[in-house]
């Protein structure tokens, strides 16, 4: 009788855990990208076994040398990504990742780090060692060199006099054993992070292109039109699974004849006839990502807490893109920004922290101490900003307030910014600025200096999630929508990693 019962719970169990497992199972595939707005069917392109080992991707700026990181363009940034590692890797979401620095120790008050470096091997089989990590740097900064992150590395000590040539060496690089090197930055700034992320190279001899430790190399150049990359052999693993990746040109115009050519795994899209076509295949899922000019809320310099709270409790950023974006600016898309400290921030984002927010009792309050006044919205005079008005006033008007619009020629829009007692809050549009530059606008400098002195001390990983989570706090500036961008993925790909790799574009 013992057994009989003991063998149906066993069989009741594992039921229970097979049906769980099928969920489970059922709910994952069924879990969708947060970026993908188009799921295409499964990719109807025959490919032989020769093709499934390759993976093409369709651009309109390919690089016109090997010598990628000196060119410009996304394609080239890309490219670099699949044949470079850094010290360190900060991802679009501004996730740090150890990945050439085993470890990062910074003291001195967050002015110096000690960074220790990984066993690992370039692709021509040369030894990564910590002289190795500082020719690179030496290498990228020359004078003369047109390398995109030069202004980032002027954080370290002489490196701008390097940079110019007046000095021979970057005294701010110490190489203290093989594997063991130190930094000294100028001041306690947000770049500081930034240094490791530069690409560390090797120069092969007898060769025009640099090696690194990634998990490919540059296997051919036809200036424009094609690069080919190579798996690197010496590579302990390569998550992406391709023997081979191809970058062809794709311009828009002869789009479609190349489409049929070439039957691309992935296109950037570049425009939305672009867009129209590739939704027409039928075969290929899209994915919308942030690209681009970052729009936020401000407030006036004398503005009360309690005001700061309500906007960005009340403020919903959906409603604008729904509203205004959607509607109004169908030549630019965009989409919901997540952080102050870049658009799609991962972790601890504002957008997340902001959701535990109680809009009703922080309006109520807010109501109490406004006693009948309204709300002064700064904005430029103009059509698209009237829009935002409108909308900031439907969506205060929700809670019972008011809010009055101070509309300003869009050229003194800066100088009305620093006046008192004119406006309690502003929305700031399709701007070129960073999200570097907007949080050292508005934090105070020595306070911003404190807070990332502790943080990069303590654990140098969660420097943006606590830039994020100290925003949040002192309600300093809302995130609103940032500039969307279109990449068309077949829908066969089912490698994560490529995947990713591919929308931190």
């Known amino acids: ?29 069924s879990t969708k990208h947060p970026y993908l707005e188009y799921q295409g069917t499964e990719s109807k392109i025959d490919k032989d076994q020769e093709r499934m080992q390759q993976f093409i991707i369709g651009s309109s700026d390919i690089p016109q040398s090997g010598q990628v990181l000196w060119e410009s363009g996304k394609t080239a940034e890309m490219i670099s990504r699949f044949i470079y590692e850094s010290l360190v ?79 021979e060496d970057i005294s701010g690089i110490e190489v203290l054993s093989e594997k063991q090197l130190r930094f000294q930055f100028q001041d306690v700034l947000l770049n500081n992070m930034q240094v490791f992320s530069m690409p560390v190279i090797h120069k092969i001899e007898n060769k025009e292109t640099y090696s690194g430790t990634g998990p490919y190399q540059i296997e051919s150049v036809k200036g424009m039109q094609e690069i080919i990359l190579s798996e690197n052999t010496y590579a302990k693993k390569n998550p992406y699974e391709y023997s081979t990746i191809r970058f062809v040109n794709m311009p828009l115009e002869v789009l479609n004849s190349q489409m049929k050519e070439f039957s691309p795994d992935a296109v950037i899209i570049s425009a939305q006839t672009s867009l129209d076509l590739f939704k027409q295949q039928e075969c290929y899922d899209i994915y919308g990502f942030p690209s681009g000019n970052y ?24 409603g604008i893109y729904r509203n205004i974006r959607s509607v109004n600016s169908p030549s630019v898309e965009y989409m919901t920004a997540e952080g102050i400290t870049a658009a799609a921030k ?12 109680n809009a009703e009792k922080l309006s109520k309050t807010l109501r109490e101490q406004l006693n009948g006044a309204t709300l002064k919205f700064l904005c430029p005079d103009n059509t698209i900003a009237r829009m935002y008005y409108k909308e900031f006033a439907d969506q205060f008007g929700q809670y019972d307030i008011k809010v009055e619009g101070i509309f300003v020629d869009a050229a003194k829009m800066q100088e009305y910014l620093y006046k008192e007692n004119t406006y309690d809050f502003y929305f700031s549009y399709e701007m070129s600025e960073t999200p570097k530059q907007i949080i050292e606008k508005n934090y105070d400098k020595d306070e911003l200096k404190s807070l990332l002195k502790t943080v990069l001390e303590r654990d140098c990983k969660k420097m943006y999630d606590t830039l994020e989570e100290t925003n949040f706090k002192e309600k300093l500036i809302v995130p609103v929508d940032v500039q969307k961008q279109y990449l068309a993925v077949l829908s066969d790909c089912h490698n994560k990693e490529m995947l990713s790799q591919l929308l931190e574009w």
Do not use: W
């Open 89 to 167: 890797s900060i991802s679009e979401t501004k996730d740090i990742e150890f990945i050439l620095a085993e470890e990062i120790s910074f003291h001195e008050e967050g002015t110096v780090a000690d960074v220790v470096i990984r066993e690992t091997v370039f692709s021509d089989g040369t030894a990564l060692t910590a002289e190795k990590v500082k020719e690179a740097y030496l290498i990228l900064n020359q004078p003369g060199s047109s390398y995109a992150g030069m202004d980032l590395m002027k954080s370290v000590v002489g490196m701008e006099e390097y940079q110019q040539g007046t000095a």
């Open 1 to 29: 009788m013992f057994m009989k019962k003991k063998k149906m719970i066993l069989a009741v169990v594992a039921l229970a855990v097979l049906g769980l497992l099928f969920f489970s199972l059922k709910y994952f595939s």
């Open 295 to 318: 729009s936020y809320i401000g407030f006036s310099p004398d503005c009360k807490k309690s005001v700061q709270e309500a906007v960005c409790a009340v403020t919903d950023p959906a």
């Open 346 to 357: 991962g972790g601890e984002s504002f957008r997340k922290l902001a959701k535990g927010l």
